[in-house]
T-cell receptor, first 114, second 114 residues
Framework: EAGVAQSPRYKIIEKRQSVAFWCNPISGHATLYWYQQILGQGPKLLIQFQNNGVVDDSQLPKDRFSAERLKGVDSTLKIQPAKLEDSAVYLC????????????FGQGTRLTVV | AQSVTQLGSHVSVSEGALVLLRCNYS??????LFWYVQYPNQGLQLLLK??????LVKGINGFEAEFKKSETSFHLTKPSAHMSDAAEYFC????????????FGKGTMLLVSP
C-alpha cells in the first residue's frame, strides 16, 4: 500500500514570495490533514478536510494561507506572501475517516523562508 | 480544549537501559491517546494508541504505555533501549467525539548511548 506522498521535499524561498505544497493521501482515505511543525515543537493542525469539505481550519492564518481539496483526493496548501516565521516542516496526513482512526503521515515538506 | 505536556525535551539513556518518556494530558471528555515516533527527515509513525478497554497498550518495537485516568498520564516505556530507538517521540490526544483532531505535545528527543 502506497503511503502519503508529498512534494516537494524541500523548498527555499524569499519572504513575500508565494509557495505551494502538494499532497496525495492514501487511496480511500476520506480525511486529510495539513500540519505545521516548527523546529522544536510538535505538529500543529492547520486544516482538516473530510472528503472535499473543510472540517476545521480554525488555526489556519487565512490572510496568507489557503488550502483546497477539490475532488476529495489530492490537496494543495499555498502560502502567499510568505513570512520568515513560516519556516517549518509542513506535514500532510490522511486517515480512513475523521477522528479516532490512525492518521498516516507523509515525509513532509521543509520550507525555509529567507 | 485539550492539551498535552511532555516532560523533558531530551532524555538520555544507555543502550539496554529502561526508557521512560512522560506525557500528561488534559481533556474535557474521555480522550484517545497516541504516541508517535519521528526519525530525522521523516514523517510521524504511530507507535501505539489507547482508545478504550485495556489501559496497558502494547505497540511496535517493544514499546508500551499505560493510561492512568487518575493521573491524566500516558507515559511511554520500553524495558531495554536499543540504538535504533534514538528519535523524537510525540504524545498526542484527541477527544472521543466526531471530527476531533490530534493535539500534539512538543516532543521528547530520545538519545541512546552505547
Amino acid at each position: 500500500e502506497a503511503g502519503v506522498a508529498q512534494s516537494p521535499r524541500y523548498k527555499i524561498i524569499e519572504k513575500r514570495q508565494s509557495v505551494a505544497f502538494w499532497c496525495n493521501p492514501i487511496s480511500g482515505h476520506a480525511t486529510l490533514y495539513w500540519y505545521q511543525q516548527i523546529l522544536g515543537q510538535g505538529p500543529k493542525l492547520l486544516i482538516q478536510f473530510q472528503n472535499n469539505g473543510v472540517v476545521d481550519d480554525s488555526q489556519l492564518p487565512k490572510d496568507r494561507f489557503s488550502a483546497e481539496r477539490l475532488k476529495g483526493v489530492d490537496s494543495t496548501l499555498k502560502i502567499q506572501p510568505a513570512k520568515l516565521e513560516d519556516s517549518a516542516v509542513y506535514l500532510c496526513a490522511s486517515s480512513l475517516e475523521a477522528a479516532n482512526t490512525e492518521a498516516f503521515f507523509g515525509q513532509g515538506t521543509r520550507l525555509t523562508v529567507v | 480544549a485539550q492539551s498535552v505536556t511532555q516532560l523533558g525535551s531530551h532524555v538520555s539513556v544507555s543502550e539496554g537501559a529502561l526508557v521512560l518518556l512522560r506525557c500528561n494530558y488534559s481533556s474535557s471528555v474521555p480522550p484517545y491517546l497516541f504516541w508517535y515516533v519521528q526519525y530525522p527527515n521523516q514523517g510521524l509513525q504511530l507507535l501505539l494508541k489507547y482508545t478504550t478497554g485495556a489501559t496497558l497498550v502494547k505497540g511496535i518495537n517493544g514499546f508500551e504505555a499505560e493510561f492512568k485516568k487518575s493521573e491524566t498520564s500516558f507515559h511511554l516505556t520500553k524495558p531495554s533501549a536499543h540504538m535504533s530507538d534514538a528519535a523524537e517521540y510525540f504524545c498526542a490526544v484527541s477527544e472521543n467525539s466526531g471530527y476531533s483532531t490530534l493535539t500534539f505535545g512538543k516532543g521528547t528527543m530520545l538519545l541512546v548511548s552505547p
